[in-house]
């Protein structure tokens, strides 16, 4: 399945979320304000995952397929998750 127009900056707003970039500008903030509210719709347990995905290193699959492996889980549903939440980032941000 092809990416949705957003998925990459979305994805960027939450690495940078996590990974604690100095803040630069309005657009910086708008998007840490935007990442903040849309986790606050998630359990304890799915921030936790976004954490995960979002501070480890290298390629996204490897990212959950390594997630995948240490909780026994299906990597699709990891996929499905990080679907999710990206759109939900995009929406706070008003991309979507």
């Not at 995960?52 to 699959?61: A, I, K």
Request: charged share 20%; glycine share 6%.
């Amino acid at each position: 399945m092809a990416k949705h127009y957003y998925t990459d900056y979305a994805e960027h707003m939450l690495k940078s979320f996590f990974r604690q970039a100095p803040d630069c500008g309005e657009a910086e903030q708008l998007a840490k304000q935007a990442v903040q509210t849309a986790l606050g719709a998630f359990s304890e347990q799915e921030q936790t995952l976004a954490r995960f995905l979002y501070t480890q290193r290298g390629p996204m699959p490897e990212r959950i397929q390594a997630l995948a492996a240490e909780l026994q889980t299906d990597p699709q549903s990891i996929w499905n998750f990080n679907g999710v939440l990206t759109k939900a980032v995009a929406r706070e941000r008003g991309l979507i």
